[in-house]
């Protein structure tokens, strides 16, 4: 996987080059606004993050980092990322949390055989129900190949991590990967992402599991007429109804020129990939990629992404789908106010009923500032973003970023992701909504003493009841070695 320490590395790196990567890049150019305004603590109530146990000791490469969390209810999660072992190679691990307790960590069962030329990692996980989980990520074959594997866990034990059935026919260019999986129960989940064809295209594609039976991967369908560029990739994939799931991703209509497009599942059948709606208006520049996406329900979702202006600055855009039917794709109400430094973007949704939803992007003030902002849509109507409350106080240097939502009920969400101190090291940050308010984004607990050496961030956080959520992220200690934390908020 082209994964690094950080997740803004893992985010530009897992791209292959459509908007997304734009839109870091230029986004981490500029410093990030102060603010005499403090971050307030006291009722986030969120624990210490903590070392994941025997994460360390698999580490011996002397890095790791947590890239993926999902809860199936409070205090029962599974979370995974990678390592780096003696030689050092890049492996894939994951630890179970049960009942508010963490587990070891452990190699993925299965991926030490697939993984022959060391670079493997969890990329993303899914739990339905407690015991039955589902993770996928990417491996290095013998020879260089990139390519994908999936893992179960079935009442509480992991079986071995395999190949996906039929992508290694597909990615005969050998540099495919896979950005995201979704179950809606136990053995029904789906996964996307992309591979490398005969042509030497990038090509999206889609597998998904049912009953427990993989089928074989697949190109996306009708992705072929949108794709006369070569690159296309599926970026999120959102399933609530077995047999009813939704993905979105970016694809390249021609040489250079790239839109969102979006395709759903009903009855267990795929339908055709199509551009979202009136996307042709609002991205005149040609560089759109719908990278975030989160669903209440069968066929009712809300996609966001990054697109290019008339005047080929980056913003930031929602599209919201209501039965099925996907609306008119929209500017986020109130960047245009924020986002004088013409550089935009959603990263993190989460919709937990619907017509009520959390998004959270960045964008960049008039003097290049990396800002981070919030909105949220309830009963159907969206509010305007805002600056993320109390983060100019943490964040004085020059870049931040937001990299996950997660809502347990309406009103009720956390997230994070890291700003920069003045002296220019990344801080990892959590900021909660309780009742439909939002208080001040606060360091993550714990986090400086476990990462006294270096940068620090939360990757993603994963919240299944008002109150309870759980978070995952980097760090680097004291002997200059990276680490994989998780903390829980009750």
Same mark, same amino acid.
């Not at 005149?284 to 990278?291: F, I, R, V």
């Not at 935009?344 to 619907?354: K, L, N």
């Given at each position: 996987?082209?994964?690094?320490?950080?997740?803004?590395?893992?985010?530009?790196?897992?791209?292959?080059?459509?908007?997304?990567?734009?839109?870091?890049?230029?986004?981490?150019?500029?410093?990030?606004?102060?603010?005499?305004?403090?971050?307030?603590?006291?009722?986030?109530?969120?624990?210490?993050?903590?070392?994941?146990?025997?994460?360390?000791?698999?580490?011996?490469?002397?890095?790791?980092?947590?890239?993926?969390?999902?809860?199936?209810?409070?205090?029962?999660?599974?979370?995974?990322?990678?390592?780096?072992?003696?030689?050092?190679?890049?492996?894939?691990?994951?630890?179970?949390?049960?009942?508010?307790?963490?587990?070891?960590?452990?190699?993925?069962?299965?991926?030490?055989?697939?993984?022959?030329?060391?670079?493997?990692?969890?990329?993303?996980?899914?739990?339905?129900? =407690?015991? +039955? @989980?589902? &993770?996928? %990520?990417?491996?290095?074959?013998? $020879?260089?190949? !990139? /390519? #994908?594997?999936?893992?179960?866990?079935h009442r509480g034990q992991w079986a071995k991590a395999t190949a996906v059935r039929n992508y290694l026919r597909l990615n005969v260019g050998h540099d495919g990967?896979?950005? =995201?999986? +979704? @179950?809606? &129960?136990? %053995?029904?989940?789906?996964?996307? $992402?992309?591979? !490398? /064809? #005969?042509?030497?295209?990038?090509?999206?594609?889609?597998?998904?599991?049912?009953?427990?039976?993989?089928?074989?991967?697949?190109?996306?369908?009708?992705?072929?007429?949108?794709?006369?560029?070569?690159? +296309?990739?599926?970026?999120?994939?959102?399933?609530?109804?077995? $047999?009813?799931?939704?993905? #979105?991703?970016?694809?390249?209509?021609?040489?250079?020129?790239?839109?969102?497009?979006?395709?759903?599942?009903?009855?267990?059948?795929?339908?055709?990939?199509?551009?979202?709606?009136?996307?042709?208006?609002?991205?005149?520049?040609?560089?759109?990629?719908?990278?975030?996406?989160?669903?209440?329900?069968?066929?009712?979702?809300?996609?966001?992404?990054?697109?290019?202006?008339?005047?080929?600055?980056?913003?930031?855009?929602?599209?919201?789908?209501?039965?099925?039917?996907?609306?008119?794709?929209?500017?986020?109400?109130?960047?245009?106010?924020?986002?004088?430094?013409?550089?935009?973007?959603?990263?993190?949704?989460?919709?937990?009923?619907?017509?009520?939803?959390?998004?959270?992007?960045?964008?960049?003030?008039?003097?290049?500032?990396?800002?981070?902002?919030?909105?949220?849509?309830?009963?159907?109507?969206?509010?305007?973003?805002?600056?993320?409350?109390?983060?100019?106080?943490?964040t004085k240097g020059s870049t931040a970023q937001i990299y996950s939502i997660s809502c347990s009920s309406a009103g009720n969400c956390s997230g994070g992701g890291?700003?920069?101190?003045?002296?220019?090291?990344?801080?990892?940050?959590?900021?909660?909504?309780?009742?439909?308010?939002?208080?001040?984004?606060?360091?993550?607990?714990?986090?400086?003493?476990?990462?006294?050496?270096?940068?620090?961030?939360?990757?993603?956080?994963?919240?299944?009841?008002?109150?309870?959520?759980?978070?995952?992220?980097?760090?680097?200690?004291?002997?200059?070695?990276?680490?994989?934390?998780?903390?829980?908020?009750?």
């Amino acid at each position: 996987m082209r994964v690094h320490l950080t997740r803004l590395s893992a985010a530009v790196a897992g791209t292959t080059g459509i908007a997304l990567l734009t839109g870091l890049c230029a986004a981490a150019a500029g410093p990030a606004a102060a603010s005499a305004r403090p971050a307030a603590t006291a009722h986030s109530g969120w624990g210490s993050a903590r070392n994941i146990p025997h994460l360390n000791a698999l580490a011996v490469g002397g890095y790791a980092t947590a890239l993926a969390v999902d809860c199936s209810s409070a205090g029962n999660c599974v979370a995974g990322g990678f390592y780096g072992d003696s030689v050092p190679h890049d492996q894939a691990w994951l630890a179970v949390q049960r009942n508010g307790k963490w587990g070891n960590a452990f190699e993925v069962p299965g991926t030490a055989s697939l993984n022959a030329g060391g670079d493997a990692s969890v990329v993303s996980i899914s739990c339905p129900a =407690a015991g +039955s @989980c589902a &993770a996928t %990520g990417g491996y290095e074959a013998s $020879g260089g190949a !990139l /390519d #994908v594997w999936v893992a179960s866990e079935h009442r509480g034990q992991w079986a071995k991590a395999t190949a996906v059935r039929n992508y290694l026919r597909l990615n005969v260019g050998h540099d495919g990967e896979v950005e =995201a999986i +979704s @179950c809606s &129960a136990a %053995g029904d989940c789906t996964i996307g $992402g992309d591979y !490398l /064809d #005969v042509n030497d295209h990038f090509q999206a594609f889609l597998a998904s599991e049912t009953g427990g039976h993989w089928a074989k991967a697949a190109q996306v369908p009708g992705i072929g007429s949108l794709n006369a560029g070569g690159h +296309s990739e599926v970026d999120a994939v959102s399933c609530r109804r077995v $047999g009813y799931c939704t993905a #979105v991703g970016s694809t390249e209509r021609s040489a250079g020129v790239y839109t969102a497009f979006a395709i759903s599942e009903g009855k267990g059948k795929w339908g055709t990939a199509a551009r979202l709606p009136n996307m042709q208006n609002l991205n005149k520049d040609g560089n759109a990629d719908a990278s975030e996406l989160s669903c209440s329900s069968a066929g009712n979702c809300v996609a966001g992404g990054i697109y290019k202006d008339s005047g080929g600055y980056n913003q930031a855009f929602l599209d919201v789908q209501k039965s099925g039917k996907w609306r008119n794709a929209f500017e986020v109400p109130g960047t245009v106010g924020l986002n004088k430094g013409h550089n935009a973007q959603v990263t993190a949704i989460s919709c937990p009923s619907a017509g009520n939803c959390a998004v959270g992007g960045y964008y960049t003030s008039a003097s290049g500032h990396g800002e981070l902002f919030l909105i949220n849509e309830s009963r159907g109507s969206w509010g305007k973003a805002k600056e993320i409350p109390g983060l100019a106080a943490l964040t004085k240097g020059s870049t931040a970023q937001i990299y996950s939502i997660s809502c347990s009920s309406a009103g009720n969400c956390s997230g994070g992701g890291y700003g920069e101190s003045s002296s220019f090291r990344e801080i990892g940050f959590v900021v909660t909504e309780s009742g439909g308010h939002w208080g001040s984004a606060e360091q993550v607990p714990g986090i400086s003493s476990l990462s006294s050496a270096g940068d620090s961030g939360l990757d993603q956080v994963s919240c299944r009841s008002a109150g309870h959520c759980t978070a995952v992220g980097y760090g680097e200690n004291s002997s200059h070695h990276g680490i994989g934390w998780a903390a829980t908020r009750t």
